[in-house]
């Protein structure tokens, strides 16, 4: 399973356009790259998806180079409530037994400050 | 549209007592996953069933751990006999079936789970 490296934690003000890399050397050409948002006493919860390109929904973009071997969560003009842990996550779980084991790992703590 | 349901939502118990945590799966999920999360190694997965049928056991930390699927829509994961470092946030998560949904998993809101 591909290993991912994000920033342990980033600060932000609020209004500002916030942008959390993922590194992903070792992705495999059938994985996804997933984005997770959780806050504190929550279970994490899906906010993107992509396979390449640019994806784009309300919460947020998400930027996947040609090589894919990086992707870049971008939150447009954040506020106080985006406060949460990020998690990256490389995979195909469509694959079938034996992809079911998404690493989490720590995450990137996203701290708004007013 | 009801989402991952877990219970209890807090529980304090003694060392040595028998932990039983509870599970509901979205409706229609076929694939149902048990999560552990603490500060030090994060979310962690212990098993996941396929079917009702446990598929991969290997993140179960030893035999104190079990969990069952009895049917579609309950599923436990149960700690016997209870040590203080199973204190952790306990989370149940569902997949729906087929293929194009990817890695999106749903979460409950965990269980939290301390041992004295």
């Known amino acids: 399973l591909a290993k991912t490296t994000q920033p342990i934690s980033m600060d932000s003000y609020e209004g500002q356009e916030v942008n959390i890399t993922c590194s992903h050397n070792?992705?495999?050409?059938?994985?996804?790259i997933t984005w997770y948002q959780q806050f504190p006493s929550q279970g994490p919860r899906f906010i993107i998806q992509g396979y390449k390109t640019k994806v784009t929904n309300e919460v947020a973009s998400l930027f996947i180079p040609a090589d894919r071997k990086s992707s870049t969560l971008s939150l447009p003009r954040v506020s106080l409530s985006d406060t949460a842990v990020y998690y990256c996550?490389?995979?195909?779980?469509?694959?079938?037994?034996?992809?079911?084991?998404?690493?989490f790992g720590k995450g990137t703590k996203l701290s708004v400050i007013p | 549209d009801a989402g991952v349901i877990q219970s209890p939502r807090h529980e304090v118990t003694e060392m040595g007592q028998e932990v039983t945590l509870r599970c509901k799966p979205i409706?229609?999920?076929?694939?149902l996953f048990w999560y552990r999360q603490t500060m030090m190694r994060g979310l962690e997965l212990l098993i996941y069933f396929n079917n009702n049928v446990p598929i991969d056991d290997s993140g179960m930390p030893e035999d104190r751990f079990s969990a069952k699927m009895p049917n579609a829509s309950f599923s436990t994961l149960k700690i016997q006999p209870s040590e203080p470092r199973d204190s952790a946030v306990y989370f149940c998560?569902?997949?729906?079936?087929?293929?194009?949904?990817?890695?999106?998993?749903?979460f409950g809101e965990g269980s939290w789970l301390t041992v004295v």
């Open positions: 998560a569902s997949k729906p079936p087929g293929q194009g949904s990817g890695n999106t998993i749903y």
């Open positions: 996550l490389v995979g195909d779980m469509d694959s079938g037994a034996g992809s079911y084991q998404l690493t």
């Open positions: 070792n992705i495999a050409t059938n994985d996804y």
């Open positions: 409706s229609g999920h076929d694939y």
